[in-house]
C-alpha cells in the first residue's frame, strides 16, 4: 500500500511559478513511475506530466517546455516545477503512482494509487 499527499498548490498570477510536491509512504517508492493528473471543473482528468522508476520522463503537449517532472527516491518525492502558468493550467493537481512496467504513463488506468489532490488557481 502506498499513501500520497500532495502540497505546493496555492493562488498565482499568470506568468507565475509553483513548485507541486508528493510525498509518499513506503519503502518501495523508487520502483514506482509516478505520474501528475490534472482536474479543472466539469472537465476529465488529463495528464500532465510523468516520471518513471528509471527517469525517463513524459509530459503533455499542453506543458511542454513549461512544467518539469523529478523524483528525489532519498524522500520518497516527486516534483512538478511549473513556471510560465497560465490561466487554462487552473484545476485540482493529482499525483499517482504506477508499479506496471511498460504501461503507458499518459493513462489512468496504469495507476495504483491516487493522492487527494491539490489546488492550483492561475489568475489572468
Known amino acids: 500500500q502506498v499513501q500520497l499527499v500532495e502540497s505546493g498548490g496555492g493562488l498565482v498570477r499568470a506568468g507565475g511559478s509553483l513548485r507541486l510536491s508528493c510525498a509518499a509512504s513506503?519503502?518501495?517508492?523508487?520502483?514506482?513511475?509516478m505520474g501528475w493528473f490534472r482536474q479543472a471543473p466539469g472537465k476529465e482528468r488529463e495528464f500532465v506530466a510523468a516520471i518513471s522508476w528509471s527517469g525517463s520522463t513524459y509530459y503533455a503537449d499542453s506543458v511542454k517546455g513549461r512544467f518539469t517532472v523529478s523524483r528525489d527516491n532519498a524522500k520518497n518525492t516527486v516534483y512538478l516545477q511549473m513556471n510560465s502558468l497560465k490561466p487554462e493550467d487552473t484545476a485540482v493537481y493529482y499525483c499517482?503512482?504506477?508499479?506496471?512496467?511498460?504501461?503507458?504513463?499518459?493513462?489512468?488506468?496504469?495507476?495504483?494509487?491516487w493522492g487527494q489532490g491539490t489546488q492550483v488557481t492561475v489568475s489572468s
Open positions: 499517482a503512482a504506477s508499479n506496471r512496467r511498460g504501461s503507458s504513463y499518459y493513462y489512468t488506468p496504469a495507476y495504483d494509487y
Open positions: 513506503g519503502r518501495t517508492f523508487s520502483r514506482y513511475a
